[in-house]
C-alpha cells in the first residue's frame, strides 16, 4: 500500500512562487511514475506535470509550462513542483499521485485513470 502527504500550499500573491512537497511510502513507490495533478473550484482534475524514476519528463501541462518544475528524490521517497510566476488561475487543489507504470506514454501519461494511488491534495490560493 501507498500512501502519499503533500504540503507547502498556502496563500501566495500574483507572481509569488512556492514548492509543493509529496511524501510517500509504500513497498513500490520507487519504481513508480509519479505525477501532480489539480482540481479548481468547479472544474475537473486536470495534469499538471509527471516523472520517472530516473528523471524523465512527459510533457508539461500548457499552462504550466516555462513556470513549474517537478523534480523526485528517490532516497527521500519525495517529489517537489516547484511553482513559480505564479497566477490567480492557478489556485486549486494540487493532488501528488503514483502511476500504475514505470515509465510514461505519450497518450496516457496525462490521464488520472493511469495513477493508482493518490494524496489528500493541498490548497493553492494565488490572490492579492
Known amino acids: 500500500q501507498v500512501q502519499l502527504a503533500e504540503s507547502g500550499g498556502g496563500l501566495v500573491q500574483p507572481g509569488g512562487s512556492l514548492r509543493l512537497t509529496c511524501t510517500a511510502s509504500?513497498?513500490?513507490?520507487?519504481?513508480?511514475?509519479m505525477g501532480w495533478f489539480r482540481q479548481a473550484p468547479g472544474k475537473e482534475r486536470e495534469f499538471v506535470a509527471a516523472?520517472?524514476?530516473?528523471?524523465?519528463?512527459?510533457p508539461y501541462a500548457d499552462s504550466v509550462k516555462g513556470r513549474f518544475v517537478i523534480s523526485r528524490d528517490n532516497a527521500k521517497n519525495t517529489m517537489y513542483l516547484q511553482m513559480n510566476s505564479l497566477k490567480p488561475e492557478d489556485t486549486a487543489v494540487y493532488y501528488c499521485a503514483v502511476g500504475r507504470t514505470t515509465y510514461w506514454t505519450p497518450s496516457t501519461y496525462y490521464k488520472d485513470d493511469e495513477y493508482d494511488y493518490w494524496g489528500q491534495g493541498t490548497q493553492v490560493t494565488v490572490s492579492s
Open positions: 509504500g513497498t513500490r513507490l520507487s519504481s513508480s511514475v
Open positions: 516523472i520517472t524514476w530516473s528523471g524523465s519528463k512527459p
